[in-house]
C-alpha cells in the first residue's frame, strides 16, 4: 500500500498536536464573542471561496485515486510483447522540427544508428525551419542519404497548421506501415524501434508511448524540479491509465502509430495546441488499443531557462482546454464505460484549477480575516481538511514516483518538495492566461520550447541568446502577487494565525521564484556559474 496516506495522516495529527494546546488556551476565549455577526459582503466572498477549495480539492483527490488505479493494476503492467513479427514491418521515423540547428544532427545521428533493417527503415525529416537550422538539416540528410540510409529532408515554408500540419503532410509520402515519431530534443536509444514494434503484432494495438527520460536531469535545481513533475506524468498518470485500461494520451514524441490508427481517427489535426492527445482520444474512441511501455526510455532535453519552461507549460495547458473543448462531447455521448469518461474528464480538464488558484489567491487574505473572527475551530475542520487535500496530495503524488523510479534514492526528493509546490502555484498567470484563451477561443501559434543541447552543468548554448523569448509583464505581475502573499504572512503571524503560515509562504515563494527567475535567467551570463568562454562554441555536425 502507498505512503501518501499515512504521510497526510501524520502531518494533520502533528498539526493537530501542536495546535492542541492553542485551543485550549484561546478557544474558551470570549474576547470576540458577540463582535461578529454574519452579513452579505461577507457571504459573497465566502460562497466563491469554499467553491474554490471544493473544486481544487477534487482534483487534489484525483491524484490519489491515480496512484491507487497504479497500484491496484500492477499486473497489468505491459513488459515484453505476446506477440512478435516472423518478417519485420516498414517502419516510417518522422522527424518534425523548426529552428532547431543546436539539436537535428544529435537526433539524425541518434535515428541512423537504431539496430532495424536498413530497407525497411524510411526516415523523414519534416523542417518547418526559417532560420539556418535548413542547411544544417539538409547537410545532415543528404550526408546520410549518400550513405545509404532511407532518408529524406522535407521544407515548408508557409508553417500551415505548425506540427500537426508537418506530420500531416508526411503522411503522403511516408511509406511504413508503422510511424515514429521524435522531437528534435530526444535521443532515442539504438534498440528502441526492436523494444517497441513488435507490440504492433497484435493487431488491434494503434499506438505505443514509451517513458520519457532527462538528459540534463542534474543540470540545475530548475530541471531536477521539471523532472519530478514529467516523472509524476509518466509513472503514476500515464501507468494508472494505461493499468486500468481507460483513455491516455500519445505525448506528441517518443512513440509509435499504426498508420491505420491514425488514418482511421481522421489523420492530424491543427485546431488545438495539443495535436497528439487530440488524435489519441480521437483514435480511442474507434476502438484502437494503446499500450505504455514504461520500462522503455527515451531521453530528452529539459527547457533550462524558466522562460522556456513556462512557455511549454502554457502551450500544454491552452491544448488541453482546447482538446477537452473538442473531444469531451464526443466522449461523453460515446458507448465507453463511465469509468472511462470519468477519467477523460479529469485528465482534460486538469488544467481549469489555474484559473480557480487566481480566485483563491484573490480571496484567500480577505477569507482568512473573516474566518479569524468566526472562530478557529471552523478552520480546523472545514478549511484546513480542504487545503491539504487540494495541496498535500501533489507532494505525495510526486513522493510515490520518486520511490517508484529511484527505490533508494527517493528521500532527497524531500528537499524539492516546497520548489515543487512553489514552482506549480508560480505558473499559475502564465497558465490562467492561456486557459482562458482556449476557453474564450483565442487562437495562437505554436510556440516551440527551444533546445540549447546543454547536460553538464557549466554548459552554455549559443543558442540560448538566439531562442529566448521576450518576458512581457507577466513576471512583475508574478512579483505583485508575490508581495501580496507576502503581506499575509506578516497578517497571519500578527494575529497568531501560525497554521496558515506553512502555506502561504509556499505561495510566496512560488511567485517571486518564477518572477525572478524569469527576470534572471539569461540577463547575467554569469548566474550559476556559465563560463563566458562556453557561450561562442557550437556544437559539431555529428557528435
Known sequence: MPFFLP??????????????????????????????????????LLIPYFTVLVVLASYGIHRYVLVYMYYRNRKNRVTEPPLQFVDMPRVTVQLPIFNEQFVIDRLVDAICKMDYPREKLDIQVLDDS?????????????????????????????????????????MKTAKGEFIAIFDADFVPPQDWLLRVVHHFADPEVGMVQTRWTHLNRDYSFLTNVEAILLD?????????????????????????????????????EHDTLTEDTDLSYRSQLRGWKFKYLQDVECPAELPIEMTAFKTQQARWAKGLIQTAKKILPRVMKSDVPFRIKLEAWYHLTANISYPFMVVLSTL????????????????????????????????????????ELFPRSWPKTFIYLPFLMALGIG????????????????????????????????????????????????????LLIGAYFAAAVYYAISNENYITVPFLVIFVLGYWYTGLMSLLQGRFESLGGWAESQTSKPFPVGV
Open 427 to 478: 505558473l499559475t498567470v502564465t497558465n490562467t492566461r492561456a486557459v482562458l484563451e482556449a476557453l474564450l477561443g483565442v487562437q495562437s501559434s505554436f510556440k516551440r520550447t527551444p533546445k540549447y543541447r546543454v547536460q553538464a552543468k557549466g554548459e552554455r548554448s549559443i543558442a540560448a541568446k538566439k531562442y529566448r523569448k521576450r518576458l512581457g509583464v507577466v513576471p512583475w505581475i508574478e
Open 232 to 268: 509524476g506524468h509518466f509513472i503514476l498518470e500515464h501507468g494508472g491509465r494505461s493499468r486500468s485500461r481507460v483513455f491516455f494520451n500519445f505525448n506528441g514524441t517518443a512513440g509509435m502509430w499504426r498508420r491505420q490508427a491514425i488514418e482511421d481517427a481522421g489523420g492530424w
Open 364 to 403: 484567500l487574505l480577505p477569507a482568512m480575516i473573516i474566518r479569524f473572527y468566526q472562530g478557529w475551530f471552523q478552520m480546523l475542520l472545514i478549511d484546513l481538511p480542504l487545503f491539504m487535500a487540494s495541496t498535500f496530495s501533489i507532494s505525495s503524488f510526486y513522493l510515490v514516483s520518486q520511490k
Open 7 to 44: 504521510l497526510c495522516s501524520t502531518i494533520m495529527l502533528v498539526a493537530s498536536h501542536g495546535l492542541f494546546h492553542y485551543f485550549k488556551t484561546h478557544f474558551a476565549d470570549k474576547t470576540f464573542k458577540g463582535l461578529y455577526t454574519p452579513n452579505a459582503f461577507d457571504m459573497a
Open 130 to 170: 526559417t532560420d539556418e537550422t535548413v542547411e544544417v538539416a539538409n547537410a545532415v540528410v543528404q550526408r546520410y542519404a549518400a550513405l545509404g540510409y532511407l532518408i529524406t529532408y522535407h521544407h515548408r515554408s508557409d508553417r500551415h497548421g505548425f506540427k500537426a500540419g508537418a506530420l500531416q503532410e508526411g
